[in-house]
């Protein structure tokens, strides 16, 4: 029987990366590390331009961890940690990983250190970075130090202090921000917000948003794309939108609430080239195609986990409504057998 040793770096290489990370570091670790095996592990770490890092990962293994952080903080260029507990991050302060440029840091709920403390050693070893997405403890304190930083994620982040947000607001020039906040904090969100003259996409998970409020985010000079989850209706944020916005709103993704919509409101998108709806089961009640026709340029129409008809009947009312519709997608895995005939249908041009 052929040893695995004896096959050529290639082959070893091929079965290597095959691995898991996890079982990766077990076939490191019951490896010489002077041996040619152990060498092609440390090559295809090197390879390896993403990882995800759990507290399983290295959990009591601290000498394997310092060397796997060595063989890869030159040439990893984004990483995911996931709960790692204080002292396994404390060990990472020996390490600096220039060329990190987007990080995901989902912190540990459980742990009773300093809730700022994990934060400012990322900050020292990712200096570079560009992207984060941040939950757990953080107040932001530290997040503002990290000066190229143009994506920020911080909608798990239920213990953001609000004068730190505006720190953060008025240091880094970001592009894109997902955030939430407390009803009564929208007085300092919104003008830090506000200030942000690059941002681009903003994502927020809300309560509520009054219409001044929205008027000066939509102010914002290059934002092209908004998301808003939001508890309260928001109807005349809606229209605001319209108004200010409407003819730049070329795709929509709307989940539950289209059919609140008013006339006014579908009036100023006129220029909509894409729809998605998803889960909307009040479209039983209404016809679709009426909503439809306030869209004449629109392209392309996608419905998500939902069952939009009755029957299938209706779908060609919205086709005949759609002159410039090119593509037409249903998502649902509870489909009715003529709806699928209906597919076959309209893909052989019938």
Known sequence: MTNIASLNDDCLLQIIEYLSLEEQLELWQATKSTSRLCSVVLYAWQRQSKYCISRQTFAGRPHLQQNFLQCINSTVVELTL?????????????????????????????????????????????????????????????????????????????????????????????????????????????PAISSLRELEELDLDIVNLSTENARKLLSLPKLKKLRLQMMDLFDDVLEVIGQLRGQDLVAITCRDNIISWRPQVLATLDNLRRLTLIDDGGLYDIDLSVIIKSFPRLEQLHFEHSLLWPNADGIWEVVA?????????????????????????????F
């Open 82 to 190: 996931c709960h790692l507990p204080i002292e396994q991050l404390e060990r990472w302060k020996d390490h600096s990983f220039p060329n990190v440029r987007e990080l995901y840091y989902l912190g540990d709920l459980y742990d009773e250190a300093d809730s700022d403390a994990d934060i400012a050693i990322l900050v020292n070893c990712f200096p570079q970075l560009e992207s984060i997405g941040i939950s757990g403890h953080t107040s932001g304190q530290y997040i503002s130090q990290w000066q190229h930083l143009r994506r920020v994620d911080l909608q798990l982040c239920w213990y953001l202090d609000s004068q730190c947000f505006k720190g953060i607001c008025q240091k880094l020039r970001l592009q894109t921000l997902c955030v939430q906040w407390r009803r009564f904090e929208a007085d300092t969100y919104i």
């Open 321 to 349: 409504a759609c002159p410039q519709l090119k593509l037409i997608t249903i998502f649902n895995p509870d489909l009715p057998n003529e709806f699928l005939f209906l597919v076959l249908l309209l893909c052989s041009g």
